[in-house]
């Protein structure tokens, strides 16, 4: 496809689509999709988060390769990641890197406490409250117990 078939003038991000995903997404019948890089950065996450591990071979470290190296890149070398905190950023960036446009980025950086950081060095300041998302008012009603559903503080 050229960017012809772009809804505006401009740039289109064509970022993993496929010709035959088109029949499927554009339906009434959505597809979740999940990236094996995704899966193998969340094992990584999981593994540092129970227990760094400072040996090259580490499974987290291997899982953490096989997206950095498929990328074309060179190794990480676990002497780069000496500690549990640094491991976590490298995951991080990894994870920025590798999913840009695809609306992960502000999940991990709630999941991983950058969030505040992430929104100051924009210019904008959060409230601890707007780390979730308010109720929908309609299920608020629809329910209409406070004791089973109620409003997220702040909203």
Known sequence: SDASNCAYNGCCLRKGA???WRTTLY???PVILMRYADVLLMYAEALNEISYSN???SEAMVALNAVHTRAGLSPLQITELPDQDSFRKAIML???QEFPYEGQRWFDLVRMGGAKEA???EGHIIQDYQFLYPI???E????N???LLWQNTGY
């Not at 608020?140 to 329910?143: K, N, S, T, V």
Request: charged letters at 35%.
């Open 18 to 20: 496929q010709e035959s």
């Open 27 to 29: 339906n009434d019948n």
């Open 55 to 57: 040996l090259q071979n």
């Open 94 to 96: 990894e994870r920025q």
């Open 119 to 121: 929104m100051k060095a």
């Open 136 to 138: 929908p008012k309609t």
């Open 140 to 143: 608020l009603e629809r329910i």
């Open 145 to 147: 117990n406070t004791e």
